[in-house]
């Protein structure tokens, strides 16, 4: 059974930096395109990042230069590294793994993403 895991999400204030990780477990599809996404209350699900299996990243434009993902294949952990932060990025963020593999220069769909994590909250203050 596949499971994924995310923590590092809390409250900061604007200009900070948070390191999100997510642990996938029991997850063997590693060439397939694994993501992370967050959503706001009262707002869709939105793609942040995707990242294929030799770490190929592709961003959305309003995290570019600021959000940078990795991914540990050995360990089977994903990161996201969040500097800059702005009130606008408060949301809860998910780790995804889709059924497809990553095309660049397009995030996956929300419905090409299989397995999700709990989420962590992302509070970013003013």
């Known amino acids: 059974q596949v499971q994924l895991a995310e923590s590092g999400g809390g409250s900061v204030q604007a200009g900070g930096s948070l390191r999100l990780s997510c642990a996938a477990y029991?997850?063997?599809?590693?060439?397939?395109?694994m993501g992370w996404f967050r959503q706001a209350p009262e707002k869709e699900r939105e793609g942040v990042v995707a990242?294929?299996?030799?770490?190929?990243?592709t961003y959305a434009e309003s995290v570019k230069g600021r959000f940078t993902a990795s991914k540990d294949n050995a360990e089977n952990t994903l990161y996201l590294q969040m500097n800059s932060l702005k009130p606008e990025d408060t949301a809860t963020y998910y780790c995804?793994?889709?059924?497809?593999?990553?095309?660049?220069?397009?995030?996956?769909?929300?419905?090409?993403?299989?397995?999700w994590g709990q989420g962590t909250q992302v509070t970013v203050s003013s």
């Open positions: 990242i294929n299996y030799d770490g190929q990243t």
């Open positions: 995804a793994a889709a059924t497809v593999i990553c095309r660049p220069p397009y995030i996956p769909s929300v419905s090409h993403f299989r397995y």
């Open positions: 029991g997850y063997t599809s590693l060439h397939n395109c």
